[in-house]
């Protein structure tokens, strides 16, 4: 017989809804895994590190981050926007700071709230470059990521695993919460 078959099944739902124990390790996990996507995807296309950027494409060598996906992926009623952007300085720019940013917010487990804005920002566009979706008439997994960094945010995963709770102590954070 279970431990979860003693406890009274109210009580098991508060233990889910307040974030305590397992499920706050859960989302700590998320988190860190949805970092180190971003984080991953920061530093391969800085330094070409072969997976999904060659070396001699790499930022650090002249490359241009936004052009190969936007120039020959773009597809659906914003190709045409999404053609006149690629590889553009400042689209390379928004695009490069937002990955590493976002990644390091959520590696660091502080900055959750901008890092959940501006990620599902980013995500929500790169979802809208390839319309409709290959595998799905409108879901693919740039949304459903949108989802998850929306839901880390409301659940404080930074606190769990990261340095949420002490950031949320300092007193910019407490100036302005939305640093939260």
């Given at each position: 017989m279970a431990i979860a078959d003693h406890i009274p099944a109210a009580r098991q739902a508060d233990s889910a809804q307040d974030g305590s124990g397992v499920v706050r390790y859960v989302w700590a996990l998320a988190r860190l895994s949805l970092g180190f996507v971003f984080a991953w995807a920061f530093l391969d296309k800085l330094f070409g590190l072969g997976h999904g950027t060659a070396s001699k494409q790499a930022w650090i060598h002249g490359g241009h981050p936004t052009l190969g996906f936007l120039k020959f992926s773009a597809a659906g009623p914003l190709k045409g926007f999404y053609h006149s952007i690629a590889g553009d300085?400042?689209?390379?720019w928004l695009f490069m700071l937002g990955l590493g940013a976002i990644g390091a917010a959520l590696l660091l487990g502080v900055g959750m709230r901008l890092a959940a804005i501006a990620g599902t920002v980013l995500l929500v566009?790169?979802?809208?470059?390839v319309?409709?979706?290959d595998s799905n008439v409108f879901m693919d997994d740039h949304l459903v990521y949108a989802l998850v960094i929306i839901?880390?945010?409301?659940v404080g995963a930074g606190d769990t695993l990261g340095l949420g709770r002490w950031w949320a102590g300092t007193r910019i954070v407490s100036r302005f919460p939305v640093l939260r």
């Open positions: 300085v400042w689209a390379d566009m790169m979802w809208s470059v319309l409709p979706p839901g880390l945010a409301l």
